[in-house]
């Protein structure tokens, strides 16, 4: 069975970078495609990109100029990087799973980013 | 992007009752619509995916319908675990957009 885990810092300061790692088990993430989801305060939900199974990447170009997303295949996890974050980045972040033309199947139990000084 | 317009915000409802929760695309989105249960800890799981499929292990309580701009989730007889916010998602175009959450409580 598929699990994911979000991690990373809980905090992080205006005009810097949020780094977070999705570790995934029980499945490879040579297969599929692997992305990131955001929930703010007040519920709208923003998918923010996704790495493939190749290491190809998409992203919401709403965000394109400030987010990378990649990958360690040999400990089988991937990496959000958001930079220059701003309070309106705090939110919950979800890594989730998608089989190709069905978007979401797993996801990880999430993780609180706050940015404040 | 597409729009997802989902009512009512707040659906108060008694258990055993029958409970539907609307999405609506702002432009045709041709069946690719999933819906997604968020529990009160915050964990997501899928429930339904292209419009009318359940995910594996999910209640036969749940089911999806819908075509064009306008689906629905219902439920037929609503069980306490049931209580939590509720999002459609399409995926017929990029980026994939959610609707603004359906909150289920207790009447």
């Known amino acids: 069975e598929v699990q994911l885990q979000e991690s990373g810092p809980g905090l992080v300061k205006p005009s810097q970078s949020l780094s977070l790692t999705c570790s995934v088990t029980?499945?490879?993430?040579?297969?599929?495609?692997w992305g990131w989801i955001r929930k703010f305060p007040g519920n709208k939900m923003e998918w923010m990109g996704y790495?493939?199974?190749?290491?190809?990447?998409s992203y919401n170009p709403s965000l394109k100029s400030r987010i990378s997303i990649t990958r360690d295949t040999s400990k089988n996890q991937f990496f959000l990087q958001l930079n220059s974050v701003t309070t309106e980045d705090t939110a919950t972040y979800y890594c989730?799973?998608?089989?190709?033309?069905?978007?979401?199947?797993?996801w990880g139990q999430g993780t609180l980013v706050t940015v404040s000084s | 992007d597409i729009q997802m317009t989902q009512s009512p915000s707040t659906l108060p409802a008694s258990l055993g009752e029958r409970v539907t929760i609307n999405c609506r695309a702002s432009?045709?989105?041709?069946?690719?619509l999933n819906w997604y249960q968020q529990k009160p800890d915050g964990t997501i799981k899928r429930l339904i995916y292209?419009?009318?499929n359940l995910q594996s292990g999910v209640p036969s309580r749940f089911s999806g319908s819908g075509s064009g701009t306008d689906y629905s989730l219902t439920i037929s007889s609503l069980e306490p675990e049931d209580l939590a916010m509720y999002y459609c998602?399409?995926?017929?175009?990029?980026?994939?957009?959610f609707g603004g959450g359906t909150k289920l409580e207790l009447k």
């Open positions: 989730a799973r998608s089989d190709y033309g069905s978007p979401f199947a797993y």
């Open positions: 029980g499945y490879s993430i040579t297969s599929n495609y």
């Open positions: 790495i493939s199974y190749s290491g190809s990447t």
């Open positions: 432009r045709g989105i041709s069946n690719n």
């Open positions: 292209y419009t009318s």
């Open positions: 998602q399409q995926y017929a175009s990029s980026p994939p957009t």
